[in-house]
């Protein structure tokens, strides 16, 4: 018969490699935990170096999101690009090529708004100089307006039309706090510019070295969030595709569209306002404003039924580009609804300023899939 004793001594025989007095267990746990610390600590220590590189660059973290935007939105041409081109090319030169292509994108018409508004400023001073000797005659369009003309015109003869009150009138806005004002909004823009080569510069090194630089995304995607990680990332960058073209594209059209109609209805500044009807149309509805300025403007020269044409063609490109073009553009390529869109691009707008225009809607878009994968029904 079997003995129960050495049966019930037999189900408790240490693991081998662990016999003795648990001596050898004890330290094997010991060894365990000490790796398991380790692994904490290298983990704390490792987002203690991010935080602080994060700290570090904070002044130029929109700069870095700039430039994988606009890498992004180029990747897929320069990739076409690349194929058609010799091999040795693609090292620098091609990524040099694309890099100046974005870059005159923004520079050419910011350096023509630049000297127009130079030219316009020039012409300002040399009116507020002949105002200072022999003041400022009413208008004509004054007489022009549909209402408030007399006022108006009680109001101009008061205080701009003698030299004495539109001096007074000039010193009391304030001209020392008008300059420091200036200066301030000078350094604003050498800032800007600052900010604006290094966004140019990251997409350079971005657009070099893009091959290397997906396949380490996709290894740290995977090791931390799996193949959901990766569905992820293409439906932020198919969402940041899709606002490119509904935005900056659809924003351009409309600017194309609106300057010529401002030129042959003979608006003042045509390019000007063309430009800043451009990046107005960038938001939703925001166009509407540099269009209302431009019929304002012919309202005042006389041309009241010019002003009511600009003003309704300025409503049907708006219609047809915020209701259909571009809800088709950005939420085709990620299926989503046109409130998620719209909530997207206007809360982004709010919340982090021009960045936020494409921010907002591919964090939208990543959580309209969620919501679809967490309601999906399963069997």
Same mark, same amino acid.
């Given at each position: 018969? %079997?003995?129960?004793?050495?049966?019930?001594?037999?189900?408790?025989? %240490?693991?081998?490699?662990?016999?003795?007095?648990?001596? !050898?267990?004890?330290?094997?746990?010991?060894?365990?935990?000490?790796?398991? @610390?380790?692994?904490?600590?290298?983990?704390?220590?490792?987002?203690?170096?991010?935080? &602080?590189?994060?700290?570090?660059?904070?002044?130029?973290? $929109? !700069?870095?999101?700039?430039?994988?935007?606009?890498?992004?939105?180029?990747?897929?041409?320069?990739?076409?690009?690349?194929?058609?081109?010799?091999?040795?090319?693609?090292?620098?030169?091609? %990524?040099?090529?694309?890099?100046?292509?974005?870059?005159?994108? +923004? =520079?050419? $018409?910011?350096?023509?708004?630049?000297?127009?508004?130079?030219?316009?400023?020039?012409?300002?001073?040399?009116?507020?100089?002949?105002?200072?000797?022999?003041?400022? %005659?009413? $208008?004509?369009?004054?007489?022009?307006?549909?209402?408030?003309?007399?006022?108006?015109?009680?109001?101009?003869?008061?205080?701009?039309?003698?030299?004495?009150?539109? !001096?007074?009138?000039?010193?009391?806005? #304030?001209?020392?706090?008008?300059?420091?004002?200036?200066?301030?909004?000078?350094?604003?823009?050498?800032? #800007?510019?600052?900010?604006?080569?290094?966004?140019?510069?990251?997409? +350079?090194?971005?657009?070099?070295?893009?091959?290397?630089?997906?396949?380490?995304?996709?290894?740290?995607? #995977?090791?931390?969030? /799996?193949?959901?990680?990766? #569905?992820?990332?293409?439906?932020?960058?198919?969402?940041?595709?899709?606002?490119?073209?509904?935005?900056?594209?659809?924003? *351009?059209?409309?600017?194309?569209?609106?300057?010529?109609?401002?030129?042959? @209805?003979?608006?003042?500044?045509?390019?000007?306002?063309?430009?800043?009807?451009?990046? @107005? @149309? &960038?938001?939703?509805?925001?166009? &509407?404003?540099?269009?209302?300025?431009?019929?304002?403007?012919?309202?005042?020269? /006389?041309?009241?039924?010019?002003?009511?044409?600009? *003003?309704?063609?300025?409503?049907?490109?708006?219609?047809?580009?915020?209701? =259909?073009?571009?809800?088709?553009?950005?939420?085709?390529?990620?299926?989503?609804? +046109?409130?998620?869109?719209?909530?997207?691009?206007?809360?982004?707008?709010?919340?982090?300023?021009?960045?936020?225009?494409?921010?907002?809607?591919?964090?939208?878009?990543?959580?309209? *899939?969620?919501?679809?994968?967490?309601?999906?029904?399963?069997?």
């Amino acid at each position: 018969m %079997p003995d129960h004793k050495n049966a019930g001594a037999e189900s408790h025989v %240490p693991e081998p490699g662990f016999e003795g007095n648990g001596q !050898s267990l004890r330290a094997f746990r010991s060894f365990r935990e000490t790796q398991r @610390a380790q692994r904490v600590a290298r983990g704390l220590l490792a987002l203690f170096f991010v935080v &602080m590189a994060l700290y570090t660059v904070r002044g130029f973290l $929109p !700069s870095l999101i700039w430039g994988g935007i606009f890498a992004i939105a180029s990747w897929p041409l320069y990739v076409r690009a690349r194929t058609r081109w010799h091999a040795a090319t693609h090292q620098l030169l091609l %990524p040099a090529a694309f890099t100046l292509g974005i870059a005159l994108i +923004f =520079l050419v $018409p910011v350096t023509l708004f630049g000297l127009e508004a130079a030219r316009d400023a020039e012409g300002v001073l040399h009116l507020l100089n002949n105002a200072r000797q022999s003041g400022m %005659p009413v $208008p004509q369009w004054i007489d022009h307006l549909p209402i408030g003309a007399q006022g108006l015109r009680a109001w101009w003869e008061s205080h701009l039309q003698d030299p004495d009150d539109f !001096s007074a009138l000039l010193g009391s806005l #304030r001209i020392g706090q008008s300059v420091k004002m200036t200066q301030q909004v000078g350094t604003q823009l050498a800032h #800007r510019g600052i900010l604006f080569i290094f966004s140019i510069l990251t997409l +350079f090194f971005l657009l070099k070295d893009g091959d290397a630089v997906i396949r380490q995304c996709l290894v740290v995607s #995977r090791r931390a969030f /799996g193949k959901r990680g990766e #569905r992820i990332a293409l439906q932020i960058i198919a969402s940041i595709h899709g606002t490119v073209a509904g935005l900056v594209l659809v924003g *351009m059209g409309e600017g194309v569209v609106m300057g010529l109609a401002y030129l042959i @209805a003979g608006a003042p500044h045509a390019f000007l306002f063309g430009v800043v009807t451009a990046v @107005a @149309a &960038m938001i939703p509805f925001c166009a &509407m404003i540099a269009i209302g300025i431009v019929s304002t403007l012919l309202l005042i020269k /006389g041309s009241a039924v010019i002003a009511i044409v600009i *003003m309704l063609v300025g409503l049907a490109v708006i219609f047809l580009a915020d209701h =259909l073009v571009r809800p088709a553009l950005i939420g085709g390529s990620t299926q989503l609804p +046109f409130l998620w869109v719209l909530t997207g691009i206007l809360g982004g707008a709010e919340s982090w300023n021009l960045l936020g225009l494409f921010v907002g809607p591919a964090i939208m878009a990543v959580l309209h *899939m969620l919501w679809r994968n967490w309601t999906r029904v399963r069997d």
